[in-house]
């Protein structure tokens, strides 16, 4: 018997340690997930992630129901339980699919030194990413540190085509000679589904998406239908739902990685233009920018603390304050910033150009630490990604690997011309701004006057906040 321990990957399809599980152990598996105990504030995940977390988690369970099997759950330190189950169970090994953060590295490290002083087998693979991290490198085995090089990399490699075949445990209706896997499964306490609750937190004012693998099956079947076509002419403006809204499936692991690859080669194949085959090789190219940055954390985990670049590591940054705490509500007086700041409180998601913008805000307009703005979005984002998180802040900032030149420093008010030009995005998120012509959104009212009642004047005056930030960066990096 096999203990398969989820983790990131709530599916069954495509999922390499769970199939390797039940093809070795004869369909003999124990699905296990362990449960965090903490409770209230958390620095790295918040309301609609743990959501996220909570429907995935029912939804495999009843996957699992349905094929005869039975998800058992239990909350604590994940090796203190895996090493209960393993003695209650009986099992000789424990299958799990490895993470590439520093923090799923390390309870690695704990859970294979435990399963050693039990005598248990252990085998980890491979799942987050469609190539694994140190599979892409230079010609002289370095990793790289610029995307357009790794990505002409890493599309001359093979990705694994996704493992299609339906897992078949042993149902709780078969039996076997000695200990079967239907009393193991049926006698063994598992906790509860989990809910909001449990920690602490409550999302019930959110506008949240159905999660786990059949929704996200769901979502990726209507992209591939026709909007994939459309992406790279329509991915940049957020009033047009023109994105995937896969994000949170590959953060939870309900889609394999190795599956939407699959599905943008038959896209590109099956296009009959140019114009056409542009959009699933963007969508693509944005699944390359995800394993960059994974892989960027896998090399350099240091990027958690520090700025990438050692150069802006002597950035003198503004703490949190009264900024921080205008930007984070979504009242600094910038339409586009705030409403990707009310459409991420609202929905726990923000648009990906809107991302760039309120980042760039944040660090350039604001002078505020990026670290700021990362924790807040992992605390807000459904589908917040570590790896990804990081590097689209760091390159926002100017700080990261291939980031933005550090004198890019975007205009929110010209951003909102070229991208919202109906101003359609900022007048749904930002009520009070509803009556107000789409051309006003986009060009800076007079010093300290308002754009509607009700509507807070612009918390910055972005010209002279620009020259500031631009001296800022001169100074640490000449």
Same mark, same amino acid.
Request: some cysteine; glycine content about 6%.
């Given at each position: ?6 983790? +990131? ?5 495509? /999922?390499?340690? #769970?199939?390797? !599980?039940? *093809?070795?152990?004869?369909? &003999? $598996? ?59 169970? +009986? ?5 799990? /699919?490895?993470? #590439?953060?520093? !923090?799923? *590295?390390?309870?690695?490290? &704990? $859970? ?367």
């Amino acid at each position: 018997m096999i203990l398969h321990w989820f983790r +990131r990957d709530l599916r069954i399809e495509d /999922n390499p340690a #769970l199939a390797a !599980a039940c *093809r070795e152990s004869g369909g &003999r $598996v124990v699905p296990v997930f362990i449960l965090s105990d903490w409770r209230g504030a958390h620095p790295w995940t918040g309301p609609a992630r743990q959501s996220a977390l909570c429907g995935s988690l029912r939804a495999l369970s009843e996957e699992l129901e349905k094929i005869g099997s039975r998800l058992i759950l239990r909350r604590g330190d994940a090796v203190e339980e895996l090493e209960r189950l393993l003695a209650e169970t +009986r099992a000789e090994a424990l299958y799990f /699919n490895r993470s #590439l953060d520093p !923090a799923g *590295r390390a309870l690695e490290t &704990r $859970v294979e030194a435990m399963a050693r002083q039990l005598g248990v087998r252990v085998r980890s693979f491979h799942d987050v990413t469609a190539l694994a991290p140190d599979a892409v490198l230079t010609q002289t085995g370095q990793p790289f540190r610029v995307f357009t090089p790794f990505s002409r990399a890493w599309v001359k490699l093979p990705v694994p085509a996704p493992d299609l075949r339906p897992f078949q445990p042993v149902p709780f209706a078969a039996k076997n000679r000695a200990r079967s896997a239907r009393s193991t499964l049926v006698q063994l306490p598992s906790l509860p589904l989990p809910t909001l609750a449990d920690w602490g937190l409550d999302a019930s004012s959110m506008r949240l998406p159905d999660f786990g693998e059949p929704a996200a099956r769901r979502r990726m079947e209507a992209f591939f239908s026709g909007p994939v076509f459309r992406y790279a002419a329509e991915r940049d403006l957020p009033a047009v739902d023109a994105t995937s809204r896969l994000s949170v499936d590959l953060r939870w692991g309900t889609l394999s990685p190795r599956l939407l690859v699959q599905r943008c080669h038959a896209a590109i194949a099956s296009a009959k233009s140019t114009a056409l085959r542009d959009g699933p090789r963007k969508f693509l190219s944005e699944l390359i920018w995800r394993e960059f940055y994974m892989a960027i954390l896998w090399h350099w985990p240091e990027v958690l603390e520090h700025e990438f670049q050692p150069r802006f590591r002597g950035m003198q940054w503004q703490q949190s304050g009264a900024k921080f705490q205008r930007w984070g509500e979504g009242t600094t007086g910038f339409p586009i910033v705030d409403a990707g700041m009310r459409q991420l409180a609202a929905t726990g998601w923000m648009h990906n150009r809107v991302r760039m913008i309120v980042a760039m805000f944040l660090t350039k307009d604001l002078h505020l630490d990026w670290r700021l703005g990362e924790a807040f979005f992992m605390q807000h984002l459904a589908d917040g990604e570590i790896a990804s998180n990081n590097g689209g802040w760091q390159w926002s900032a100017g700080t990261g690997a291939d980031a933005a030149p550090y004198f890019r420093i975007q205009n929110p008010w010209t951003q909102s011309a070229r991208f919202d030009p109906e101003g359609d995005y900022i007048q749904r998120w930002v009520p009070e701004l509803r009556e107000v012509p789409a051309r006003a959104l986009a060009r800076p009212p007079a010093a300290g006057k308002s754009l509607a009642p009700g509507y807070p004047p612009a918390l910055i005056n972005h010209a002279q906040e620009r020259e500031i930030a631009l001296a800022l960066y001169r100074r640490v990096s000449s």
